[in-house]
């Protein structure tokens, strides 16, 4: 398969010399069994890289099992990647097969491998040269044969020389290096990119898509693009969505992207800029920025519903029925079932905790929930998601009397992510 071929069949825009080294190097080790290291900002297109590996190499035929390293909480990450034994831990009603034996002839992709804590990266370590692992509460040795594809965000070695990754699994994750440079140095592909998705969702909302004027296309040449191509995905969605038929010139486009903060992790949601009040006329809340808040709240509910995912098949792996139902009310009435049916247990498939799919019943409930959204929002002033952030966390402390913990139950929030926003908002 060539170059162009290889781009069409798995989506894969642009031009740039970026795209054209990625690409040859996703044709030279996608034969191989070697382990890949991802490496580049989120949004860049890691995953459509790993996946574009795995379907083309032998292996095919069996899953690519995609792992969110930093998104298990640690407690169970060990026995997610391998497994556990009946009875090795309170809750562990049946043995069950972690992701390395579920992908088994296949590819694991080991997604945010920087977040992966220290006393599992021993183990992973162990896997990669040897493929061998043990389930959590066993003493006999599994083998799986996997085809291991990494992917980080941040720079390894900056966490080696910091101690938190480990130097031994640096050097064995380094063999071979894609990096995916963020979407502001190959700006070539901007347009390219850009087109295909207006194209796409043209046809997905029945919309016309009437063009964008030089200035519009300028603009969207020298944007920053913190998010990367995620972020121009989400911004055609916008434009198509919002701006339904119209064409798009600078104005319209630039309610889209201004005021837009990168504030460390591109994975952060957008906040409204304060700062720059030259570029707000009256100095009041502009109804432009409705965009923004719309963007955040799609990514919000799509976050919460991932977490209420992992929550549900967390629970409902580890504790039985009548357990679940003794649990406060603030944990009961975010899990749903549904969410896990079909799969629960010891055969959960790859939509489930820690591996990101993408759920089309998500985002059809989303876009519901977003025309109510807004609507609501249609004639009010809209506060940053800071401030309402900080609103609903003084509500929750008011109501339970400064009891932080049971404040954080009703935000639905770990303690610790209660504690630290305390401290962010200057909160007593
Ligand atoms: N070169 C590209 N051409 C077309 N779409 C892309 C390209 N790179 C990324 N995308 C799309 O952008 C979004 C984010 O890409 P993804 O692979 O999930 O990024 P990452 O894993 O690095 O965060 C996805 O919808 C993906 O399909
Ligand atoms: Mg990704």
Redesign the pocket.
């Known amino acids: 398969m060539d170059r162009q071929a290889l781009q069409e069949r798995y ?4 031009e740039s010399e970026a ?1 054209k080294q990625v690409v040859d190097k996703i044709m030279q080790v996608s034969g191989t069994d070697i382990t890949v290291l991802l490496q ?1 900002e ?8 790993a996946r574009a590996i795995h379907s083309l190499s032998k292996r095919d035929r069996k899953n690519i099992v995609i792992v969110n390293c930093g998104a298990i909480p640690e407690g169970i990450i060990e026995s997610e990647l391998f497994g556990h034994e009946k009875g090795s831990f309170t809750g562990a009603h049946e043995a069950r097969k972690g992701y390395f034996e579920k992908a088994d002839g296949g590819t694991i992709f080991l997604d945010e491998i920087g977040d992966t804590p220290k006393n599992i990266q021993v183990k992973l370590l162990r896997v990669l040269e040897s493929g061998e692992f043990f389930r959590v509460g066993s003493s006999k040795m599994y083998t799986a044969d996997v085809r291991v594809i990494a ?1 980080t965000n941040k720079d390894l070695w900056e966490l080696v020389k910091e101690g938190s990754f480990r130097e031994d699994l640096y050097y064995r994750l380094d063999t071979v290096k894609i990096k ?1 440079p963020p979407l502001r140095d190959r700006k070539e ?1 901007i347009i390219p ?1 850009f087109r ?1 998705f207006v194209t796409e969702f043209s046809s997905k909302y029945d919309s016309v898509f009437q063009g964008f004027s030089d200035e519009a296309k300028e603009l969207l040449i020298s944007y920053r693009w913190p998010g990367n ?2 972020e121009l ?1 989400n911004v055609a969605e916008q434009l198509v969505v919002l701006e339904k038929s119209q064409f798009i010139d600078k104005d319209r486009l630039q309610k889209y992207l201004k005021g837009r903060q990168h504030l460390g992790s591109t994975d952060n949601l957008p906040v409204l800029s304060r700062k720059d009040p030259e570029d707000e006329p009256s100095g009041q809340q502009s109804s432009t920025d409705t965009g923004i808040i719309y963007r955040a709240l799609v990514e919000m509910r799509t976050d919460i519903s991932d977490v209420k995912k992992m929550l549900a098949k967390f629970l409902y792996s580890t504790f039985s029925e009548k357990e679940i139902k003794a649990l406060p009310s603030a944990v009961s009435r975010n899990i749903d079932p549904n969410d896990i049916s079909g799969h629960i247990r010891d055969q959960m498939d790859d939509s489930s905790l820690g591996i990101r799919s993408v759920d089309t019943t998500v985002e059809e409930e989303n876009e519901e929930e977003i025309d109510e959204i807004e609507q609501f929002f249609a004639d009010k002033e809209i506060p940053s998601i800071e401030e309402a952030e900080k609103f609903l966390i003084e509500q929750a402390l008011k109501r339970f009397d400064g009891n932080r913990r049971k404040a954080s139950e009703a935000l639905g929030v770990s303690e610790r992510t209660l504690y630290r926003k305390l401290d962010q908002y200057g909160l007593q």
Request: charged share 25%; glycine share 22%; hydrophobic share 40%.
């Open positions: 989506g894969i825009i642009g795209i580049g989120s949004g860049v297109g890691k995953d459509i890289t992917a995916l592909d990119i295909k191509v995620r995905r």
